[in-house]
Nanobody
Framework: LQLVESGGGLVQPGGSLRLSCAASGFTLANYAIGWFRQAPGKVREGVSC????????RWGDSVKGRFTISRDNAKNTVYLQMDNLQPDDTAVYYC?????????????????WGQGTQVTVSS
């Protein structure tokens, strides 16, 4: 199982980025997906997650209404659309998968992780 994130970078406050998480070696649609982030000196935080094989998604309170998680099953890829980014969103962002149906906002529940992609929000 392999996950590869991309799409991070430097963006000004109020801007947008779309992160991608491409899966190989397994069918992403059959796995619960989680997006997490970790800023320097802080614990890893759940950002958003999606159940396997349905449209149910969840968000962390700090990103609700600004971030959207979605899947493209044909591309075996999950996305995190991030709008109205703020300096507090600066972190390394990770995607993770769990073979269970229901997603979780708890990092310890995910056995497989990508390498992370840096997002920096600064003027």
């Amino acid at each position: 199982l392999q996950l590869v994130e991309s799409g991070g970078g430097l963006v000004q406050p109020g801007g947008s980025l779309r992160l991608s998480c491409a899966a190989s070696g397994f069918t992403l649609a059959n796995y619960a997906i989680g997006w997490f982030r970790q800023a320097p000196g802080k614990v890893r935080e759940g950002v958003s997650c999606a159940n396997a094989r349905d449209e149910t998604t969840r968000w962390g309170d700090s990103v609700k209404g600004r971030f959207t998680i979605s899947r493209d099953n044909a591309k075996n890829t999950v996305y995190l659309q991030m709008d109205n980014l703020q300096p507090d969103d600066t972190a390394v962002y990770y995607c993770a998968v769990d073979p269970k149906f229901y997603c979780s906002m708890t990092a310890e529940n995910y056995p497989t992780w990508g390498q992370g992609t840096q997002v920096t929000v600064s003027s």
